[in-house]
C-alpha cells in the first residue's frame, strides 16, 4: 500500500543549497555588470549623441 | 444661508467648468479614434446580448473552463501591469528618491484607471452581477475566500488609488485647499497602497491553490502568490518603460523640457530594478522546478511551452535589460520590456486558460466577441487617460 | 458524570441567566452527524431511476431512459441533470457508476465562495444560495470532482448541482436517489456506519471488491463513499486528488493576511522615516567616504 511506504519530503534539500549557492554567485556577477565601471559609462555617454 | 448660497454658486460654476472641459480639443477624426470608435459600439451591442441572452451568447466558457478570457486577460494580466503604481509610489514616497518623481502622477493614474477597468470588467464576466455587493455590505461575508479578499482589496486599492490621484484633480478644479489636505494624505494612502497591493498580487495567485489537480504541474506549485507578487514588480516596471516610450512619443506637447532629457536616466534606473527582480523571479521558478522534482514533465509539448514562457520571456528579457543598462542602449530596453510584458501575459494565460484542465478534449479559445470586448475595454480607458492628461497636469511641465 | 453534572450546574449558576447550553463547547452537541450515502457499484444494474427520481424532484430536465440510449457514451452531469449514471466496460463486465456532487466534508467550493451562497450545511450537505451568489464561478475552478455548473444561458444564471436533496433531509426523508434505488445499490446513513458497513462488505468478500473506499480520504473524505470490483480510474475517478481537504491549500495564505496587514505599514513607515534627508549632515558625503 502507498500509504505505509516512507517518503522523504526533504529529499531535495540539498540541491536546494547548491542552487541556491550558483544563483547567488550568478546574482552577485549581475549586479557587478549593472553597475558598470565610471570609464565605460562615460565612453558610452559619449557614443550616444552620435547614434 | 450665505453659505449654502455661496456653495450653490461654486458648484454651478464647477459643473460650468467641466461642462467646458468635456468638449473634445483638437481634430477627433485620427487613427486611434476611427479604429477605438466602432470597436466601442461594437462591444456595447456584444455587451446588449452578454446581458440579456446570458454568457454563453458571446463567450466560449463552458463547465469545464468557468475562467475565460475576460477573467485571463483584463483582471489576471491587467492588474498585474497595473503594479507599476505601488513600485513606484514606494521608490518616490518611502525611498524619497526624487529622480523618478515626475513620473509618479502619470503611473498613478495608469494604475488608476487599470484598477477601474480591468477590475470593473470582472463584473462583465459575473453571472448575478446586482448581488456584487453582497460581500461588501455584510450580509454574507465568506471570509473563509481568497476571493474576498482580493474582492476588498482591489475596492480599497482603487480608494487608495483615488487619494493619491486627487490632488491633481483638485489642482485642475481650482480647489487650492482642499489640494493641499488631500497632498497630506499622499503618504499615508501610499503605504496602506502598498500593503494592500502586496496581498492582492499575491490573492490573485493563490486564487489557484484550490485548482491543484487542474492546473499542468509545471505552473501549478503552492508559491503561486509569492510568484505573481514578484512578477507584478518588474510587469509593472516594464509597463512603465513601455506606457512611456509611448507617452513621450504621443503627448510630447504636453512634457516639459528638463523632464523629457531626464527620461533616459529614469527608464535606466527602471531597467536596472527589473532586471534584478526578474532575475530574482527566475531564481523563484528554478527553486520551485527543482523542488517539485518536475524534470519528468520537461520532455514532453507541455514541457516545452513551459520552456518558452521561463526562459524566452523571463529570463532572456532579463538579460537583455543587464545589457541594455549596461550599454545605455534605450532601444534595447524598450523590446526587452515589451517581452517581459508578453512573459507576464502569457503566464497568466497559462495558469488560468491554457495549462488550466490541460487534460481536456475541448480546448478553451476566446471568441471573437471575447476579444472585442476585452479591446473596448482597453480603448475607453485608453480614451479617459487620454482626456485627464490633457485637461490636467499629469505629465510634468518642467 | 458526577463531574459533568457539578460543571454545568456550576456553568449555569456562574452565567446566571445565560442558557445552560451556550456556557460550554462541551454540552453544544450536534443532534446530528453528517449524513452520507455508500454508493456500491458493484449492486448498480444501471436502471437510471435515480436520474428521473432526482430531476422529477428537482424540477430539472427529466430524461427519456427507455429510449434515448445515453448510457452509449460518458456523460458529466450538467446544469440540467444533477445526477447521471455511466457504463464502463471493464475486466469484470459492465460497471454502472451514479456521478453527483460528493459533497466533501470541507468542501473546496464553499471555502472559495466569497458570499457563502455555497455552504457546507451542519446536516451535510453542500447547498447553493441564489439570493448570494453573484456568479463569479471561483467555485467551479476549485472543486476538485467539477460538479458546480453553471447556466451559460439566460440572463439570470444559476449555480446547478446536487444538494443531496436537503428539503427532504430537513423532513426526515432520505434523498429521492436513494428512495428509487431497487437494488439497494445505494444506503443512506451517517459516513461512521456507512464506513462499517462498506469495511464489513470488502472483508466478508475480498474477492469481490477492490480494498479501497473511494471517498474516506479523498480530498479530506466525502460525504458520498463509493465501493468498486475494478481500480477506480476505470470507472472514472479521479485518484490523484490526494487526502489534504482542499480549503487547507489556502489556509496559509489567507491567515498570513493579517500579519501582512500590519506588519508591512509598520515597516514601511519605518523605512520612510530613516530615509528622511532633511537634517543630514551636509559635509559628510556619507559611508563610502570615511
Known amino acids: 500500500m502507498e500509504y505505509y511506504s516512507y517518503v522523504n519530503i526533504f529529499e531535495t534539500k540539498g540541491l536546494a543549497y547548491i542552487l541556491l549557492i550558483c544563483f547567488l554567485v550568478l546574482g552577485i556577477l549581475l549586479i557587478k555588470y549593472l553597475s558598470a565601471p565610471e570609464k565605460k559609462d562615460s565612453s558610452a555617454a559619449e557614443r550616444k549623441p552620435r547614434t | ?371 472585442v470586448v476585452t479591446l473596448m475595454v482597453v480603448f475607453v480607458e485608453i480614451w479617459v487617460f487620454r482626456w485627464i492628461v490633457t485637461r490636467m497636469s499629469v505629465f510634468s511641465k518642467e | 458524570m458526577d463531574r459533568r453534572q457539578f460543571f454545568l450546574t456550576t456553568a449555569t449558576v456562574c452565567a446566571g441567566g445565560v442558557p445552560a447550553n451556550t456556557t460550554r463547547a462541551e454540552e453544544v452537541k450536534e443532534p446530528k452527524e453528517f449524513s452520507a450515502v455508500l454508493v456500491d457499484t458493484t449492486r448498480c444494474i444501471g436502471c437510471r431511476s435515480c436520474e428521473v427520481a432526482c430531476s422529477v424532484t428537482h424540477g430539472n430536465y427529466v430524461p427519456d431512459i427507455k429510449n434515448d440510449g445515453a448510457l452509449e457514451k460518458v456523460r458529466d452531469t450538467s446544469e440540467k441533470q444533477w445526477t447521471v449514471v455511466n457504463r464502463f466496460e471493464t475486466e469484470k463486465g459492465e460497471v454502472f457508476v451514479k456521478k453527483q456532487c460528493l459533497h466533501c466534508w470541507q468542501p473546496a467550493c464553499a471555502a472559495a465562495c466569497l458570499v457563502n451562497a455555497m455552504l457546507k450545511t451542519k446536516e451535510g450537505p453542500v447547498t447553493w444560495d441564489g439570493d448570494k451568489c453573484m456568479g463569479c464561478r471561483f467555485c467551479m475552478v476549485s472543486c476538485p470532482f467539477d460538479m458546480p455548473k453553471f447556466e451559460y444561458s439566460g440572463w439570470n444564471p444559476k449555480i446547478q448541482k446536487c444538494n443531496m436533496c436537503y428539503d427532504r433531509l430537513l423532513e426526515g426523508k432520505k434523498p429521492a436517489c436513494v428512495e428509487s434505488c431497487p437494488t439497494d445499490a445505494l444506503m443512506f446513513g451517517q459516513k461512521r456506519e456507512l464506513m462499517e458497513v462498506a469495511r464489513h462488505r470488502v472483508y466478508s468478500h475480498p474477492d469481490k471488491y477492490v480494498h479501497h473506499i473511494y471517498g474516506e480520504q479523498e480530498a479530506g473524505g466525502t460525504g458520498w463513499l463509493y465501493l468498486s470490483a475494478v481500480p477506480f480510474e476505470k470507472i472514472g475517478f479521479r485518484t490523484d486528488l490526494g487526502t489534504t481537504p482542499y480549503p487547507e491549500y489556502t489556509r496559509e495564505f489567507l491567515i498570513s493576511v493579517p500579519l501582512i496587514e500590519f506588519g508591512v505599514p509598520a515597516f514601511l513607515l519605518a523605512l520612510n522615516m530613516l530615509t528622511d534627508r532633511k537634517d543630514e549632515v551636509q559635509e559628510n558625503h556619507g559611508w563610502k567616504d570615511e
Open chain 2, 1 to 371: 444661508m450665505n453659505n449654502a448660497a455661496v456653495f450653490t454658486g461654486e458648484l454651478r460654476s464647477f459643473l460650468k467648468f467641466f461642462l467646458q472641459e468635456l468638449k473634445p480639443r483638437g481634430k477627433w477624426l485620427t487613427p486611434f479614434n476611427v479604429i477605438s470608435i466602432p470597436t466601442i459600439i461594437l462591444g456595447l451591442i456584444i455587451l446588449y446580448f452578454r446581458f440579456t441572452e446570458g454568457l454563453g451568447s458571446v463567450t466560449n466558457l463552458s463547465q469545464q473552463f468557468p475562467f475565460g478570457f475576460w477573467i485571463g486577460f483584463d483582471v489576471m494580466t491587467g492588474v498585474a501591469l497595473a503594479g507599476g503604481a505601488y513600485v513606484i509610489c514606494f521608490v518616490v514616497y518611502v525611498m524619497r528618491l526624487e529622480k523618478y518623481h515626475c513620473i509618479v502622477k502619470v503611473t498613478v493614474l495608469n494604475g488608476l484607471l487599470a484598477y477601474v477597468f480591468y477590475s470593473g470588467a470582472l463584473v462583465l464576466d459575473l453571472g448575478r452581477p446586482w448581488h456584487i455587493i453582497n460581500p461588501i455590505i455584510g450580509n454574507s461575508f465568506g471570509y473563509n475566500s481568497v476571493l474576498f479578499l482580493v474582492s476588498w482589496h482591489f475596492l480599497l486599492y482603487m480608494i487608495v488609488l483615488f487619494v493619491e490621484f486627487s490632488p491633481t484633480i483638485a489642482e485642475w478644479a481650482h480647489w487650492e485647499k482642499l489640494r493641499k489636505f488631500l497632498t497630506g494624505l499622499t503618504l499615508g494612502a501610499v503605504i496602506i497602497g502598498i500593503t494592500l497591493s502586496i496581498l492582492h498580487q499575491s490573492g490573485v495567485g493563490a486564487m489557484f491553490l484550490m485548482a491543484k489537480p487542474k492546473i499542468h504541474p509545471l505552473w501549478y506549485s503552492e508559491y503561486i502568490p509569492l510568484l505573481y507578487f514578484v512578477s507584478s514588480i518588474f510587469a509593472g516596471l516594464s509597463m512603465i518603460i513601455f506606457e512611456g516610450s509611448i507617452s513621450h512619443k504621443v503627448f510630447s506637447n504636453l512634457i516639459g523640457e528638463k523632464t523629457h532629457h531626464s527620461h533616459d536616466e529614469i527608464v535606466l534606473g527602471l531597467a536596472k530594478a527589473a532586471a534584478i527582480t526578474m532575475f530574482v523571479y527566475y531564481f523563484f521558478l528554478a527553486f520551485i522546478f527543482m523542488h517539485g522534482d518536475k524534470w519528468k514533465f520537461i520532455n514532453t509539448p507541455w514541457g516545452y511551452w513551459y520552456l518558452v514562457e521561463v526562459i524566452g520571456f523571463v529570463l532572456i528579457p532579463c538579460f537583455m535589460f543587464a545589457y541594455a543598462v549596461r550599454n545605455r542602449r534605450l532601444g534595447v530596453i524598450r523590446v526587452a520590456a515589451a517581452m517581459a510584458i508578453f512573459g507576464v501575459v502569457l503566464n497568466r494565460q497559462n495558469i488560468c486558460l491554457i495549462a488550466f484542465n490541460w487534460y481536456a478534449e475541448n480546448r478553451y479559445y476566446p471568441s471573437w466577441q471575447e476579444i
